[in-house]
């Protein structure tokens, strides 16, 4: 079915300036961190739970889950309602999620909770969708890469904080910060100016089975939707089990070795602005495929980690500037297909993204349970391959000769 026509007042074009543009960067990066917190955390988690490694690898599990669930359920109002209006609510939800976090007496409750953060800790995403409608079409992927670098920053250092807080605090503590950031970010927020606004709202329910008929008339947005969910599953693999790895080095590293991990890929996450830059002067498809090839380079480089751990930093610097790259230059190439339909076309391609982390997650655990740390580098290795094969389908299905029909 064809989303109703829209009509939208002119006033409601606020104009995004420099200082705006921050703030959504700095909300994307404090928000997003809340969702991550927890993968630095995990062994300290499962001695408080007295749990297995493997069943407290649900936890990050489940938040991604829970993230891929709110944005086919609840992103898609982003077409019909005040975007700053879902930001606001998103934020303060957060907070008062890592609260119950924080206080979780079971592993059952703090999996739950995980869940109903990630459902609705949805403003890293809102706000990059918030940011590209108001720039300039000329400046979407400079915005979107600016924004997402918040983004990245905030995923990353978010580990890092994680680790070194956890290990001199306690891991409950990490969550009692968490909350307090959101609270100051959420009033900080009050300065967003309002988005603009349809004249006639869109059922929820057609809203959602729009999403059907958009994802079946537009291959590109399949495309780039299965790119990111390979790509993002590769990065969860990693994430998902390198504290394990390092625990179960010679040297039986902790958490904050995990947290100087974090500095390393957040120098590789200075590849989301210059992929944005990239992607609006050049072939989006080869910005792409030249990060993903990084991507998969470093799955191959990880595995010479157990001669030297400075493999594995190097690895870990471009693993992340891939992931980065690749994932911005899969939202600049999307956000650039229908200003109308921008909340849906997010929802769509971070349901799959998202989704792919959840599976990447479960994927890395599973080999990591089973064949240790070979099972995870392999593992990433080959989602990293099927992305750049993605990618470039079109491309080979072109070269290929077309056989003659015959004419007798």
């Given at each position: ?150 983004l990245l920053v905030g995923v990353l250092f978010s580990r890092t904080a994680a680790g070194f807080i956890g ?179 997010t929802s769509v391609y971070m349901v799959s993204y998202f989704l792919g982390g959840a599976l990447g997650s ?10 240790h740390w070979p099972g995870v580098w392999i593992s990433g290795a080959v989602m990293a391959g099927l992305g ?21």
């Open positions: 079915m064809q989303p109703r026509p829209r009509v939208v007042s002119a006033r409601a074009h606020p104009r995004l300036t420099t200082g705006l543009t921050w703030l959504l960067a700095l909300t994307a990066g404090v928000t997003v961190a809340n969702i991550y917190y927890n993968q630095s955390l995990l062994p300290d988690m499962a001695r408080a739970f007295q749990v297995t490694d493997a069943v407290v690898g649900y936890v990050p599990m489940l938040t991604q889950l829970g993230y891929a669930a709110g944005l086919l359920l609840i992103v898609p109002l982003a077409d019909s309602m005040d975007r700053r209006r879902l930001i606001l609510l998103s934020t303060l939800g957060a907070a008062l999620m890592m609260v119950a976090i924080a206080l979780a007496p079971t592993l059952w409750i703090a999996t739950c909770a995980s869940f109903l953060l990630g459902l609705i800790g949805l403003s890293p995403i809102l706000v990059v969708a918030f940011g590209a409608t108001l720039a300039e079409p000329e400046r979407r992927g400079r915005t979107v890469g600016l924004i997402m670098g918040g290990a001199l605090l306690g891991w409950r503590d990490v969550f009692w910060i968490g909350a307090g950031l959101s609270l100051l970010n959420t009033v900080a927020l009050l300065k967003l100016p309002h988005s603009p606004q349809p004249a006639e709202s869109i059922p929820y329910f057609e809203l959602l089975k729009s999403l059907a008929g958009l994802i079946r008339r537009e291959a590109a947005l399949r495309r780039h939707a299965l790119i990111g969910a390979l790509g993002f599953g590769a990065f969860s693999a990693f994430w998902t089990t390198l504290a394990f790895y390092l625990a179960d080095r010679p040297e039986h590293y902790g958490g904050r070795m995990v947290g100087l991990f974090g500095f390393v890929a957040m120098a590789g996450a200075a590849a989301a602005p210059i992929s944005g830059r990239l992607s609006d002067r050049h072939s989006a498809q080869w910005v792409n495929g030249t990060f993903l090839a990084l991507m998969a380079v470093s799955f191959l480089m990880m595995g010479l980690a157990g001669y030297s751990l400075l493999w594995l930093v190097a690895a870990v610097f471009l693993m992340d500037a891939g992931t980065q790259g690749s994932h911005i230059s899969n939202q600049t190439r999307i956000m650039g297909m229908n200003v109308e339909l921008r909340g849906r076309i479960a994927v890395g655990s599973h080999a990591w349970a089973r064949w750049l094969v993605t990618l470039f389908a079109e491309n080979l299905r072109a070269a290929l000769p077309v056989p003659a029909r015959s004419t007798g």
